[in-house]
């Protein structure tokens, strides 16, 4: 009998009843599962949407395309309903709707998910860094965090976009650095919890460094409910942008983005016309899949997700 | 009699992710007659909160009744629609938690809380209800019952609070109490305050009572009836008496070696050393606190001139009750908290008062095991991770050699060598332990600070984890300083005692010394404080007990 096996034959004289359940696998309802079905769905198509539409985001129809035998000469190309032509009718200027949603995908989710990206950089970096470091660095991050977030964000955009204009670039790095505030609360706070942990304790005993407890006791630790929170996050970014361009302040025309398609569109309305409503639902379909993710990866956690995010 | 409360082969069981069922609790059957005390003994992971919970109807969210009755008076209470059981708990059952510092609320007064099950189910008007509070508190000892009702859970302490659960669990008379655990989070001179007002309450009222605990010697005190539970099964059912006695089951018998015996000189472990030699480490006048540091002194002063010497091979076992500064000395040693004053001496050489200045080789000698090991391991790294950083970081062990010394450590600590893939979720709090203290070896110390590292478990796996510390003393020759608040333990372990009490060394000495006559009256009251493993000790010994708390009160010290 090897040395081994001797000792497993101890334990189990032990009769030492286990601790814990093992960790459990996530499962997904099947809201997660229609949930990655659509997100899904929207990423593939930021990658092939300018490929697979139908017409370029910027052509105004050809009226020719809608002459019906019968009909008029020189029919309207705007607000037209959906038909062979324009699956999902046409907008103000009669450009086709689907078109401009598939192209609006890569710029939407683009610009969201790089200012979330930015947010995330610049939140965690900063808010670990709060946590960790000393209390007058947590004490001046702090209150400058503080000071920025009572600033309303869509009036601070206002004022930025006023200032310097709209470009892409500017509207990536405004919407990440107002969302950057919320993201330092919460990876701050992450932190500041696992910070007191005993076994971040017990590596400062040993004499680690700054950089080591960072990266392998305490970022590993927070890295799930951070993902989490990217997530919601994405799709406040998302939202933030679409008002922008609602209001007309961010992307700028011809190129296409769901809120401000849901804008320029609005005028369709009276006339019964889908093609406000379509973006609109885009926007719906992202966001809320995004959501039932997010919401069975915090049931999963045992829901002390959602309350340390708050 | 008709017995009060009848369990009739009680089935419950755990539904897992894909839905199976396991079972917790396998077939258990007992009764509890009016006015009985009924004991459920077992470590954790027995079931026996989940056996005690059924009394009141309730099962722990994933775990559902499959088979069997729970009836209270007659009356199944598992099939019992949920407005009926909600007119049942508190007023025909009652829950005392396990912590009553996490129980309270601490918005609202004592009095309120007290009061508030009897008031809301409609058995007492307000005023009688507070009457009957005051009576309460007066049956269970607490001091100024008249005006106690009306301050908030802060401002009593931890014993008092336990007291004041009893006293908000019979506030409506019930008919049956069901504790769960209500001493275990105390100190010894304290367990005996509570034991004794819950014994004599429960006798005065008349209730009957479901006792829930893993120590066999508090059982012995308060309980009539013991069921002794392993893995969700009956191992034996006798009177207290009985199965105290002449336990007929092993399981009983395992559970009654693995209590230590009563403290008292010549149990613990000698080991030859020579006086001359420099001790390994020193304390000399150490004064330590929390908060601002000014002239020496801290805002919040802890220690007050501690002086010890640990020589090369010897364990220092620290004895204290809660809050005297055990954990905070430990600290200090470690350079977690610098001293305000004083100096620490390793090998007589001066160390630097805070870790951040302390060399890596110095750092490397004085290794810190907590007392956690849920908390101290990160959930996050395998076991190998865990192991092989001290070793990669304080011997520059790569590769070959650190599998080698990691498959070394995992056979010290008696693990078999496939745990070093494992996560520390996968194993039990005593597996977890030995990872814990293997993970301070592997930096090959020359003292380890074992800061309450059984408290946490189980009374089998502690003496387990005990057995396991003295072969390592023996074969590494490590020096030990071992805190705990149980006297028993340190008794057994230890070489060296030094007393604690309210930040000051009171008594130190060998253990033949401090535990033998003439007593210092603070060890005194510590040895006469721990429960002894039969029936008739409380009575007999409370009455010392008292009044060597009363001079403790007093101050005999300054």
Redesign the interface.
């Known amino acids: 009998m090897s040395?081994?096996e001797k000792?497993?034959e101890?334990?189990t004289s032990?009769?030492?009843?286990?601790?814990?359940?093992?960790?459990?696998?996530i499962?997904f309802s099947i809201g997660g599962k229609i949930g990655i079905f659509f997100v899904f769905f929207w990423i593939v198509m930021v990658f092939i949407g300018p490929y697979v539409s139908p017409y370029n985001e910027a052509d105004i129809l050809d009226e020719s395309l809608f002459i019906v035998p019968g009909g008029e000469e020189y029919p309207d190309t705007d607000y037209q309903p959906p038909s062979k032509v324009a699956f999902l009718g046409t907008d103000y200027l009669g450009r086709d709707t689907l078109s401009r949603i598939l192209y609006g995908a890569r710029t939407t989710i683009g610009i969201s998910f790089l200012a979330t990206l930015l947010a995330y950089l610049l939140g965690v970096t900063l808010g670990i860094a709060a946590a960790v470091g000393s209390e007058w660095l947590d004490m001046f991050l702090s209150r400058f965090n503080d000071a920025f977030l009572s600033i309303p964000t869509i009036m601070m955009g206002l004022v930025v976009i006023a200032a310097v204009g709209s470009t892409i670039p500017i509207l990536i790095g405004m919407t990440g650095l107002i969302y950057a505030t919320s993201v330092f609360r919460v990876a701050r706070s992450l932190g500041q919890d696992v910070m007191v942990?005993?076994?971040v304790?017990?590596a400062?005993?040993?004499?680690?460094g700054l950089w080591w407890i960072i990266t392998?006791?305490i970022l590993?630790?927070v890295v799930m409910p951070l993902a989490t929170d990217f997530g919601l996050r994405f799709v406040w970014i998302i939202l933030f942008i679409s008002s922008l361009s609602f209001l007309g302040l961010g992307v700028q025309p011809p190129m296409s983005d769901w809120g401000s398609m849901v804008k320029e569109n609005l005028g369709g309305l009276p006339y019964g016309s889908i093609s406000p409503l379509m973006p609109s639902l885009a926007i719906a379909t992202l966001t809320i899949a995004i959501n039932l993710i997010v919401d069975d990866i915090s049931a999963h956690s045992g829901g002390k997700l959602s309350n340390r995010m708050i | 009699m008709a017995p009060l409360l009848e369990v009739d082969n009680l089935k419950i069981d755990a539904r897992?992710?894909d839905g199976s069922l396991t079972p917790i609790v396998k077939g258990v059957s007992f009764n509890v007659k009016p006015g009985e005390v009924l004991a459920l003994i077992g470590?954790?992971?027995?079931g026996k909160t989940t056996i005690a919970l059924s009394a009141l109807g309730y099962t722990k969210p994933g775990l559902e009744f499959t088979s069997g009755e729970v009836r209270l008076h007659g009356q199944d209470v598992i099939s019992m629609p949920s407005e009926e059981k909600r007119l049942m708990r508190g007023q025909k059952v009652a829950y005392l938690a396990q912590s009553a510092a996490a129980t309270f609320n601490p918005a609202m007064t004592i009095g309120e809380q007290v009061t508030e099950s009897a008031i809301i189910h409609g058995q007492l008007l307000k005023e009688d209800a507070e009457n009957r509070a005051k009576e309460l508190y007066r049956a269970l000892e607490l001091p100024e019952p008249e005006r106690l009702g009306k301050r908030y859970p802060h401002q009593v302490s931890g014993g008092q609070l336990q007291r004041l659960m009893a006293a908000m669990a019979l506030c409506g008379n019930p008919d049956l109490l069901v504790l769960d655990e209500p001493t275990t989070a105390l100190d010894v001179t304290t367990q005996i305050e509570v034991l004794k007002a819950f014994k004599s309450v429960i006798k005065q009222e008349g209730s009957a009572a479901i006792y829930v605990t893993h120590d066999l010697s508090v059982v012995a005190q308060i309980a009539d009836e013991i069921v002794v539970l392993?893995?969700g099964e009956v191992q034996e059912h006798g009177s207290a008496e009985q199965v105290v006695s002449t336990p007929n089951h092993d399981y009983t018998r395992r559970l009654m070696n693995a209590v230590r015996p009563p403290p008292a000189a010549g149990h613990g472990d000698k080991i030859e050393k020579s006086n001359n030699e420099v001790p390994v480490l020193e304390l000399k006048n150490i004064f330590a606190g929390y908060g601002k540091i000014r002239d020496g002194t801290a805002n919040i002063s802890v220690l007050e001139n501690i002086n010890i010497k640990i020589s090369k091979g010897q364990t220092v076992g620290v004895i204290g009750e809660s809050g005297c500064g055990k954990s905070t000395m430990a600290r200090v040693m470690?350079?977690?908290l610098p001293a305000s004053k004083g100096n620490v001496l390793l090998r007589g050489e001066n160390l630097k008062p805070d870790?951040k200045n302390?060399s890596?080789s110095e750092?490397q000698k004085i290794?810190?095991v907590?007392?956690?090991a849920d908390?101290?391991?990160?959930?996050?790294?395998r076991i190998d991770q865990i192991l092989g950083?001290?070793l990669e970081?304080?011997l520059e062990l790569r590769g070959g050699e650190k599998r080698k010394r990691i498959a070394e450590l995992l056979?010290m600590v008696?693990?078999?060598?496939d745990f070093a893939g494992r996560?520390p979720?996968?194993?039990?709090?005593?597996?977890?332990q030995r990872i814990n203290l293997a993970?301070a070896l592997a930096?090959s110390p020359e003292i380890l600070l074992c800061d309450e590292v059984i408290s946490a478990l189980d009374t089998?796996?502690g003496a387990?984890i005990i057995e396991l510390l003295k072969q390592l003393r023996k074969n590494t020759g490590v020096s030990f300083v071992f805190i705990s608040h149980d006297l028993s333990t340190v008794a057994s372990f230890a070489d060296h005692i030094v007393v604690l009490y309210a930040g000051k060394v009171v008594d130190q000495g060998t253990v033949d010394e401090v535990l033998s006559p003439p007593y210092h009256p603070y060890t005194r009251l510590l040895i006469s404080s721990v429960p002894e493993l039969r029936v008739g000790w409380l009575e007999e010994s409370v009455d010392e007990i008292e009044e060597l708390s009363l001079k403790r009160d007093q101050g005999f010290i300054n």
């Open positions: 040395i081994d000792i497993k101890k334990i032990f009769e030492e009843l286990p601790d814990a359940p093992p960790r459990r696998k499962r942990s005993d076994f304790e017990a400062k005993v040993r004499g680690e392998r006791e590993p630790n | 897992k992710d470590e954790s992971g027995s392993y893995a470690s350079g977690l870790l302390r890596r750092l290794q810190f907590f007392q956690m908390t101290a391991l990160n959930p996050r790294q950083r001290p970081f304080y056979e008696e693990l078999p060598q996560y979720d996968e194993l039990s709090g005593g597996q977890k993970r930096a089998i796996v387990n």
